[in-house]
């Protein structure tokens, strides 16, 4: 093996190697987006027992 050949030969191995090195295209903490969807979900269902819990009361007081 000469010169050329062992340098090409290291120059492909870099190469290949040095693929996965770049970033992952996936983020760094999947579980954000499903947290943040969770707490929006909690958010809507109080407001919507609240409404329900206000309409009770001016029914209530409609009747009294």
């Keep these: 093996m000469n010169n050329e ?3 090409s030969t290291i120059k492909m191995k870099n190469k290949i190697l040095a693929i996965p090195a770049d970033a ?3 983020p760094p903490n999947p579980k954000t ?3 943040s ?3 929006i ?3 809507v269902q109080r407001n919507i027992i609240f409404v329900f ?3 009770i009361r001016k029914l ?3 009747f009294l």
């Design 60 to 62: 209530a007081i409609r």
């Design 33 to 35: 987006p499903a947290i």
């Design 41 to 43: 979900k909690v958010i």
């Design 37 to 39: 969807a969770i707490i």
């Design 53 to 55: 819990m206000v309409n």
């Design 24 to 26: 992952p295209a996936i």
């Design 5 to 7: 050949t062992i340098n």
